[in-house]
């Protein structure tokens, strides 16, 4: 029978999951998710505090795990990722710097980064979660010391340092239409204008069941596509108020056949990745109290009603 990255292949896309080294070790769960999917993300093992712990000292030691593990399951791999207000490393976040002085660390750590995963990664989230729910700009450190510009910055240091790789920018409630998804849009309209290489824009999907299927999915990813980027579902988890039962995972099931059907709708959606697979490991209980049941296998990496509606889906 096929997989889930089966089906998605018949339309040119991927089916992907996010994995965390700790859970290498949880073989049946590592063996699976090789099996099943077509992508992976690291999702911790790339991330600034994990591959610069010390200014100017690079720690490719987890990230290079998941690349090897992805080669040796067949899995492409997403590079996640090179800016973000969270899990920086402390010598970044406590220290003070000047505008130039935290460009050059931008643009060491870009450099490095992208070089050592060149050829391994085939897209990169460049920039995750910079704008705030009205559509502002974040005031992350970078924000508040370099300016706006630093997101070109950012952008045009990672090209330079990987001439083929995707970048993408990367966020959470963008999913559907709505002041944060529309501050992406005109971002990435200023960016193509200004010749800044931007190839893709990344929606997160850590949807809930409590607050609604956002409005407008299919036509926000089609806007998107229409400006000439590439999007995916980067970190789909539908979360529920826990104890999960069986009107709530029927409604699961039901989000994540219409997350999948809009992808399939627009031409350049080309993939979706689950922020891992199965309830055993989600990020989402230890962030949302009394939350979980995310994800479309369950703890015992059974199948839940959510991998059906999937597949029904692609
Ligand atoms: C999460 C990881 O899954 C957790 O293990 C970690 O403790 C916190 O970060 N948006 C993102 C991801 O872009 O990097 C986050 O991953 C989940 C929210």
């Known amino acids: 029978t096929r997989t889930l990255d089966d089906l998605a292949r018949q339309s040119g896309r991927y089916f992907g999951s996010a994995v965390d080294n700790p859970e290498l070790a949880d073989t049946e769960y590592a063996d699976l998710l090789g099996r099943e999917f077509g992508s992976t993300t690291p999702g911790n093992a ?46 970044l976040s406590s220290g003070t710097w000047t505008k130039d002085e935290l ?20 897209a990169w989230d460049v920039a995750n979660e910079i704008m705030n729910e009205d559509g502002t ?3 992350n450190i970078f924000y508040k ?18 001439p083929k790789v995707k970048l993408y920018l990367n966020d959470y409630n963008v999913d559907g239409l709505g002041a944060k998804s529309d501050a992406y849009y005109a971002l990435i309209k200023q960016l193509k204008a200004d010749r800044v290489p931007i190839d893709g824009f990344g929606l997160q ?3 809930a069941l409590q607050y609604g299927l956002p409005g407008g999915i299919k036509e926000n990813l089609q806007r998107f596509a229409d400006l000439g980027v590439d999007v995916a579902f980067t970190e789909l988890d ?17 989000w994540y056949g219409q997350v999948t059907s809009a992808c399939l709708a627009v031409k350049r959606c080309v993939g979706i990745t689950v922020w891992g697979y199965s309830d ?3 990020w989402i209980p230890a962030v949302f109290e009394g939350q979980g049941a995310a994800l479309p296998w369950d703890e015992n990496l059974q199948r839940k009603p959510a991998y059906d509606a999937i597949r029904a889906a692609l």
């Open 238 to 254: 539908i979360r529920m108020i826990l104890p999960a039962d069986e009107a709530k995972l029927a409604q699961q099931a039901d």
């Open 280 to 282: 055993r490991h989600s």
């Open 137 to 139: 700009y974040r005031e």
């Open 46 to 91: 790339m991330k600034w505090y994990a591959t610069e712990p010390q200014r100017g000292v690079f720690d490719f030691t987890a990230g290079d795990e998941i690349v090897d593990y992805a080669r040796a399951n067949g899995l492409k791999l997403r590079g996640h990722t090179l800016l973000w207000h969270s899990q920086l490393p402390d010598w």
């Open 205 to 207: 999907g850590h949807l």
């Open 145 to 162: 010391t370099i300016g706006p510009g630093y997101i070109a910055d950012a952008l045009r240091w990672a090209r330079a340092a990987d």
């Open 103 to 122: 460009r050059s660390i931008l643009k060491n750590h870009i450099t490095h980064v992208v070089k050592h995963y060149r050829g391994k990664v085939f």
